[in-house]
């Protein structure tokens, strides 16, 4: 018994670990290629013959690497989370708490603006055939581009600091939940609808006793999706507001001054951030989804 449950782990552990490997040898592979010219022209101006060890030890050590190698990463991350206060603003945790705030506030307010949307066009036509193209074409407009405008806008209105990076992170999550609710609430058959009807439910018991538990698992679905969105749009919205603070911000410092170890610890960071988050919706999913006795 002991066997197969290890076999089984085994089977779903073995191929993440390769995969990790692979992808862990092709970036130090690369790292050596892109730093290596760095090398060659130093060497060359002293009139030194780098040898591979000393090419290979030199390219992976750079303070200021074209392509920082895994363990610079993860040391820069060490370092500017258990070696560094909190509120020192070059602290990782300093700027993932803002992150965090602003991806919690855009997450919730998108969720809501999505979920009501949703019932509105789920029950009323013209809603249907007004506001969903209009929420269809809102997402081809790149983020990139409207972002400037909607922290211009919002700073002329008084609005700045933590709102106009919240309004951004919830244009890119209720996206996702309009969408996944609006298929989940009209996932019930015509035959459930019918038979609550014939128990004369009102609209409202139609929604809450049966359209809302069908459509609990595509809301979960959503909120995965929403959760990823909010945390994209958080970062987009750090790079033009020049707030000094989040990792959006500590990568576009990272940027102007050519450090791309802190680059790549923001972005690492920030993948941190959303999959922990999507682990917790994960969680509750399950637990709901069982109690619901929709999940075995």
Known sequence: MNKKLWIGSDNKIVPVICMITFIVI????????????????????SSITLSTTELVSQTWSQKRPKLPAPHQITKEIWDTTVNKKVTSKRSLIYHGLI??????????????????????IVYNKATAM?????????????????????????????????????IISMYLSFFPVVVGM??????????????????????????????????????????????AASVVGAIVGELPSGGGG???FRMLSGSTFGNTLHIWSGLFSAAILAGSLISIIIIIERVVLKRMALET
């Open 26 to 45: 092709i970036w130090y592979g690369f790292s050596i290629v892109l730093n290596a010219p760095w090398e060659f022209d130093k060497a060359k101006r």
């Open 99 to 120: 992150t965090f705030y602003e991806t919690i506030y855009g997450f919730a307010f998108g969720t809501g603006l999505g979920i009501l949307l949703s019932i509105g």
């Open 130 to 166: 007004s506001v969903m193209p209009w929420i269809i074409t809102s997402q081809t407009i790149p983020i990139l581009a409207i972002a400037p405008m909607i922290v211009v806008a919002l700073g002329s209105a008084g609005f700045s600091g933590l709102m106009p990076i919240v």
């Open 182 to 227: 609006v298929k989940g609430l009209k996932s019930p058959e015509q035959l459930e609808v019918d038979l609550m009807k014939t128990w004369s439910a009102s609209k409202a018991q139609v929604l809450f006793k049966l359209r809302v538990p069908k459509s609990t698992p595509y809301l979960f679905t959503s909120l995965k999706l929403g959760m």
């Open 246 to 248: 989040g990792l959006g």
